[in-house]
T-cell receptor, first 114, second 110 residues
Framework: NAGVTQTPKFQVLKTGQSMTLQCAQD?????MYWYRQDPGMGLRLIYY???????DKGEVPNGYNVSRLNKREFSLRLESAAPSQTSVYFC?????????????FGQGTRLTVV | QKEVEQNSGPLSVPEGAIASLNCTYS??????FFWYRQYSGKSPELIMS????GDKEDGRFTAQLNKASQYVSLLIRDSQPSDSATYLC??????????FGAGTRLFVKA
């Protein structure tokens, strides 16, 4: 079982460059999420998608855009990377759209912006 | 005040002891509570969920919830070195809002 798959696992960007983080899940989940994790701050929600065709802002959406390509795939784009976006990014999915059920996480992307 | 607070640790316990991890939250309307384990460099994985007041046991793990005190805890009995990880408390406050604590690092000494 692949579960939630993210690519790439590591990335170094220069300030101002753009990139897209890819995420796919094979559990037939409706809801997908992008989080960032910084030391001492826990996981913070960037964007979420309750179902195919919908996306909404989370706690820290500035500087990011997302696309729910289909039920399986949810991508996160950084249009102009900044050092403050250096973080570990996790994609997650859950079965129900309520947000109150277990989330399954991808393996993470460690992004460094220099 | 943070919405979900955890002691960052590290919490160090000897092998075979009980590890007690605590979490407090600020939103009285919160309904669902989760404990995730995260090994260094890995992704979080769910180990316990609890929705009503009281205790919930699963193997060596017991989650305890006290909504009146806005407190949720995780007990790990017979702690093993393989339990050494960061434990994240997550609180679903409604809609799509699930707030994660910063985590408590647990170290189990062999």
């Amino acid at each position: 079982n692949a579960g939630v798959t993210q690519t790439p696992k590591f990335q170094v960007l220069k300030t101002g460059q753009s990139m897209t983080l890819q995420c796919a899940q094979d559990m037939n989940h409706n809801s997908m999420y992008w989080y960032r994790q910084d030391p001492g701050m826990g996981l913070r929600l960037i964007y979420y998608s309750a179902s195919e065709g919908t996306t909404d802002k989370g706690e820290v959406p500035n500087g990011y855009n997302v696309s729910r390509l289909n039920k399986r795939e949810f991508s996160l784009r950084l249009e102009s990377a900044a050092p403050s976006q250096t973080s570990v990014y996790f994609c997650a999915s859950s079965a129900t759209p309520t947000g109150g059920t277990e989330a399954f996480f991808g393996q993470g992307t460690r992004l460094t912006v220099v | 005040q943070k919405e979900v607070e955890q002691n960052s640790g590290p919490l160090s316990v000897p092998e075979g002891a009980i590890a007690s991890l605590n979490c407090t939250y600020s939103d009285r309307g919160s309904q669902s509570f989760f404990w995730y384990r995260q090994y260094s460099g890995k992704s979080p994985e769910l180990i316990m969920s609890i929705y009503s007041n009281g205790d919930k046991e699963d193997g060596r793990f017991t989650a305890q919830l006290n909504k009146a005190s806005q407190y949720v805890s995780l007990l790990i009995r017979d702690s093993q070195p393989s339990d050494s990880a960061t434990y994240l408390c997550a609180v679903h406050t409604g809609g799509f809002k699930t707030i994660f604590g910063a985590g408590t690092r647990l170290f189990v000494k062999a």
